[in-house]
């Protein structure tokens, strides 16, 4: 089972990356969570450079996410994820695609 600490950071961490271009400023302050390291930021994009045939931003337009969307739809996608094994798996932490393609997104404003 995944830390609930880890799983509610990336939850908000998804919700203040697509809802605003300008929340992703803020992340810096969210990284000081213990569970969740900047490697892990790095890590996942680097998993997504090498791995995904298209990019964070167009995975995440086919899937129907952006600025409009609300939290639940947001986490009813990543549940789908799950439920599909389309997962993956970065310093332990087994994290939806569509987790990481919002991170990697997120992750290229800082």
């Known amino acids: 089972m995944v830390e609930f600490n880890r799983r509610k950071f990336l939850s908000v961490l998804g919700c203040l990356a697509v809802t605003s271009a300008s929340g992703n400023a803020n992340l810096l ?5 213990e569970n969740l390291k ?9 998993y997504w450079q090498h791995n995904e045939s298209t ?17 639940e739809y947001i986490e009813d996608i990543i549940i789908q994820d ?11 932490l087994v994290i939806s695609k569509t987790e990481a393609a919002i991170i990697v997104s997120a992750y290229d404003y800082l």
Do not use: R
């Open 55 to 71: 990019s964070a931003s167009t995975f995440l337009c086919n899937k129907g996410v952006d600025a409009t969307c609300s939290q």
């Open 29 to 33: 302050g969210l990284l000081n969570d």
């Open 38 to 46: 900047v490697s892990d930021f790095e890590q996942i994009s680097l």
């Open 82 to 92: 799950f439920k599909q094994d389309n997962t993956i798996i970065i310093n332990g």
